[in-house]
């Protein structure tokens, strides 16, 4: 009897703890409309109009590699969308300051070459407020 009391209160407890996850993230809500209504524009480029060619692939990934090394760079920026369409390349996504974004389109230009970014870059506001 002692053992289906214990199980039963873990499960209780188990319960409890499952139903309260949905409203603890419920209380960080994140506001995305504008930003969700800006790229769906047919003007704006997403993800999957990437450039399939050879040249573009490399191109977007020589970037993402030298943004992921810099490990002075923020969990935001390494998350950086980089879409390269016929060797122009489009930066999007936010960051943590002003000089994040510049130290990624640096980057991207070293390697893309000057004249070919489209820099789409946010600065994310700070959450310790």
Known sequence: MAKK???FMVLFV???????IPGAC???????????KRDRSEKELTADQQGETKQDREITQKIRLAIV???SLSTYAHNMKII?????VTLKGPVRSEEEKR??????AQIAGNGK????????????K
């Open 5 to 7: 009391s214990l199980l």
């Open 14 to 20: 188990s319960v409890l703890f499952l139903v309260n």
């Open 26 to 36: 419920l209380a960080q809500s994140s506001d995305n409309t504008e930003i969700n």
């Open 69 to 71: 090394k810099d490990k």
């Open 84 to 88: 390269t369409v016929g060797g122009m």
């Open 103 to 108: 130290a990624i389109e640096e980057i991207a």
């Open 117 to 128: 970014i489209m820099s789409e870059i946010d600065i994310a506001p700070n959450k310790d």
